[in-house]
């Protein structure tokens, strides 16, 4: 599979970002919306942002994973919160946590909505993921 990150000049250099990834070759998964949802089907790190998001982000790894990839090949991700602000009082330890996950960031796209389907979540991610025909591109 053949991975290019696209940065039009004519746009501000993204930060915590990328404008674009373009891919060739591999196959598509399709990722669910993810939330911070334990094994035992309760939220975890109840009230902590940076906590539910790093297990978000273990979620869709591990869906990932079953399917054949890395959390490397995930491309696009549309990021879901309850408080846009919280996000933004928290972006450090938000990009660290991206950082255990991704060498390069995803295509990615934030949006504050009124609610979730548990009370309880602070955030969730969505988005695809281009797996390589031979294996992941990077391991976790």
């Not at 970002?17 to 309760?42: I, R, S």
């Not at 602070?122 to 990077?138: Q, R």
């Amino acid at each position: 599979m053949k991975r290019q990150i696209v940065t039009p000049s004519e746009l501000a250099d993204p930060r915590g970002f990328n404008h674009g990834v373009l891919v060739e070759g591999g196959k598509t998964l399709y990722l669910a919306g993810q939330d911070a949802t334990g094994a035992d089907g309760n939220i975890v790190a109840s009230g902590d942002l940076v906590g539910q998001f790093e297990r978000v982000l273990e979620n869709l790894a591990t869906v990932v994973e079953e399917a054949g990839g890395a959390s490397e090949d995930i491309v696009k991700l549309n990021i879901f919160v309850a408080d846009r602000e919280r996000y933004r009082e928290n972006l450090e330890p938000l990009g660290e946590v991206f950082g255990r996950y991704f060498e390069e960031y995803p295509a990615l796209a934030l949006f504050e909505v009124s609610g979730f389907f548990k009370e309880e979540t602070l955030v969730e991610l969505e988005g695809f993921a281009v797996i390589d025909e031979e294996g992941p591109t990077d391991a976790r």
